[in-house]
């Protein structure tokens, strides 16, 4: 099976643009959580979305938006962008028979 | 709240050398452990995980055995190589809920 993918890549923006990231899940797997990895505060949960639901969000502005899509894949937004929102951002597909995260390599963003 | 707790990095070993990276948590009830591996300019990879007291992961020669007496999850690895380095993270899953990370440990190991 292909993995999750995360398009795109890297991102550069200015302060106050917008910004939308896109994963696609493994084949199969319909939940799909969101993660924002810095140096100073390492990996945070954003949300988690299940059959195009949002089931958990993490503490984080409401800036920080997302959406799934009926064939699972999903995408977030972030609005408005500070200098802090400057992160690696990693999508998850969560295999729920066995309570399994697998990672996509993550969009790289440079806000300045 | 839920939450996990590694050894500082970075550790420094030479190759066939012997590691251990210490882990603890806390967490009510009964979580999932998770080790994943994060190789430079990548995301996470799942290098092992376990679901319950006494369950032993394992993969690639690493292990980590759930201890819940202990509340601890340490990796181990018998003769580490220079492929090996990479940024380590433990995590805990409780309820299904969202994965909770440590701090991460960065691993160099030298030839």
């Known amino acids: 099976k292909a993995g999750v993918t995360q398009t795109p890549r890297y991102l550069i923006k200015t302060r106050g643009q917008q910004v939308t990231l896109s994963c696609s899940p493994i084949?199969?797997?319909?939940?799909v959580s969101w993660y924002q990895q810095t140096p100073g505060q390492g990996l945070q949960f954003l949300f988690e979305?299940?059959?195009?639901?949002?089931?958990n969000k993490g503490n984080f502005p409401g800036r920080f938006s997302g959406r799934q899509f009926s064939n699972s894949r999903s995408e977030m937004n972030v609005s408005t962008l500070e200098l802090g929102d400057s992160a690696l951002y990693l999508c998850?597909?969560?295999?729920?028979?066995?309570?399994?995260?697998?990672f996509g390599p993550g969009t790289r963003l440079t806000v300045l | 709240g839920d939450s996990v707790t590694q050894m500082e990095g970075p550790v420094t070993l030479s190759e066939e050398a012997f590691l251990t990276i210490n882990c603890t948590y806390t967490?009510?009830?009964?979580?999932?452990l998770f080790w994943y591996v994060q190789y430079p300019g990548e995301g996470l990879q799942l290098l092992l995980k376990?679901?319950?007291?006494?369950d032993k992961g394992s993969n690639k020669g690493f292990e980590a055995t759930y201890r819940k007496e202990t509340t601890s999850f340490h990796l181990e690895k018998g003769s580490v190589q220079v492929s090996d380095s990479a940024v380590y993270f433990c995590?805990?899953?409780?309820?299904?809920?969202?994965?909770?990370f440590g701090k991460g440990t960065s691993l160099l190991v030298t030839p």
């Open positions: 376990a679901t319950k007291a006494d």
């Open positions: 084949s199969g797997h319909r939940s």
């Open positions: 967490a009510t009830g009964y979580p999932s």
């Open positions: 979305y299940f059959s195009e639901t949002q089931r």
């Open positions: 998850a597909s969560e295999d729920r028979l066995t309570d399994t995260q697998y």
């Open positions: 995590a805990l899953s409780n309820s299904g809920y969202a994965l909770n």
